[in-house]
């Protein structure tokens, strides 16, 4: 829940309950590299350069993530060119004149090598599966590599509920999975 502007937040003041339907852990929006698989004979480092190039460009917390982390390993990456984000998708560019396609897997729907001997889809799924976010990397229409991506955790959960209570409501439910994790009758006696 992203709440931006001071009228919305005094907006809050007024809530009797709250609802959040959380399945998963709340975040900050921000993302960290946890894991490079290269496919083939890509070197690691390569399929991260090729990548950081792309995703210099771009303005999404996936790309931000990548970009960092080559930047960590030192490692230099050329500009990218003719880039143009597919929106929902991934973006796409060219890299030494060469075409790259990086994205989730509906960026590759209808593409022939991902339905043709590589068994990208179930790969995908199963990483996907763990609760991390992938991103796939294709280069010249070869499936070069995929990388993982976990968003980092925010801790103030208990402190934002807590503000919102403050801010006068007083039935809060907060679900996971279908499941009842906290539920706080009205105290009537603050009204």
């Known amino acids: 829940m992203l709440i931006k502007g001071g009228v919305h ?19 900050t929006g ?10 083939e004979d890509t ?36 500009s990218a060119t003719e ?5 929902g998708k991934g973006i796409q560019a060219k890299i030494e004149g060469v075409e790259v ?30 609760g991390q976010t992938t991103v796939i990397i294709c280069r010249a229409g070869k499936f070069i590599g995929v990388m993982l991506l976990i968003a980092s955790g925010f801790g103030g959960i208990p402190l934002s509920v807590g503000v919102v209570l403050h801010e006068g409501c007083t039935i809060v ?3 996971n999975a279908l499941r009842l994790l906290a539920w706080r009758e009205p105290d009537n006696t603050s009204r």
Do not use: W, Y
């Not at 994205?103 to 990483?127: V, Y």
């Open 101 to 130: 396609l990086i994205g989730a897997m509906r960026a590759f729907a209808g593409d022939p090598a991902a339905e043709r001997g590589q068994p990208l889809a179930a790969t995908n799924a199963k990483l996907e599966s763990g």
């Open 43 to 78: 070197p690691e480092d390569e399929l991260l350069r090729i990548a950081a190039a792309v995703e210099e460009q771009s303005c999404h917390p996936l790309g931000a993530a990548i970009v960092e982390m080559s930047k960590k390993r030192n490692i230099t990456f050329p």
């Open 83 to 87: 880039i143009e984000n597919l929106a």
């Open 173 to 175: 439910v907060v679900l």
């Open 9 to 27: 937040r005094e907006n809050l003041g007024h809530l009797d309950t709250v609802a959040l339907d959380k399945i998963g852990t709340p975040t």
């Open 30 to 39: 921000r993302f960290t590299v946890t894991q490079i698989i290269a496919f």
